[in-house]
C-alpha cells in the first residue's frame, strides 16, 4: 500500500519548535517532489514549503520564510519540516503530499498533488 504517514506534531508554547516527519510506505521518495499543506479549522488549505526531488529547490509561503526549514532525506523515505518561532497562527493539521516529476529542479506549494498524508495537529498555546 502505498502512503505517506506524517509524524511530530503535538502541543508547544509561542516561540517554541517542532521537528515534523513525512514518510513514505509503500514507494520510493526518489521522483518525487514534495510539499507541506496546513488547514486551520475554517480557513482554507494553506501551501507551506516544498521540496525538489534533487533537494535544491525549495519554497515558502511568506507566512513562515525565516522560521520553516524544509529538507529530505530520500536513503531514509523521509521529508522533515523543522518549525521555529512558532506563533499561535501556525495551530493547524499539517499534511505533507507527493508528486512524481520528470524534472528534478522544480516545486510548488500549489495543491497540485496526488498523493495525500493524513495529517498531524499541531497546536501552539500558551
Known amino acids: 500500500q502505498l502512503q505517506l504517514v506524517e509524524s511530530g506534531g503535538g502541543l508547544v508554547q509561542p516561540g517554541g519548535s517542532l521537528r515534523l516527519s513525512c514518510a513514505a510506505s509503500?514507494?520510493?521518495?526518489?521522483?518525487?517532489?514534495i510539499a507541506w499543506f496546513r488547514q486551520a479549522p475554517g480557513k482554507e488549505r494553506e501551501g507551506v514549503s516544498c521540496?525538489?526531488?534533487?533537494?535544491?529547490?525549495?519554497d515558502y509561503a511568506d507566512s513562515v520564510k525565516g522560521r520553516f526549514t524544509i529538507s529530505r532525506d530520500n536513503a531514509k523515505k523521509k521529508v522533515y519540516l523543522q518549525m521555529n518561532s512558532l506563533v499561535p497562527e501556525d495551530t493547524a493539521v499539517y499534511s505533507c503530499?507527493?508528486?512524481?516529476?520528470?524534472?528534478?529542479?522544480?516545486?510548488?506549494?500549489?495543491?497540485?498533488?496526488?498523493?495525500w498524508g493524513q495529517g498531524t495537529q499541531v497546536t501552539v498555546s500558551s
Open positions: 509503500g514507494f520510493t521518495l526518489d521522483y518525487y517532489a
Open positions: 503530499a507527493a508528486e512524481r516529476n520528470s524534472n528534478p529542479f522544480i516545486c510548488t506549494i500549489l495543491p497540485h498533488y496526488n498523493r
Open positions: 521540496i525538489s526531488i534533487s533537494g535544491g529547490r525549495t
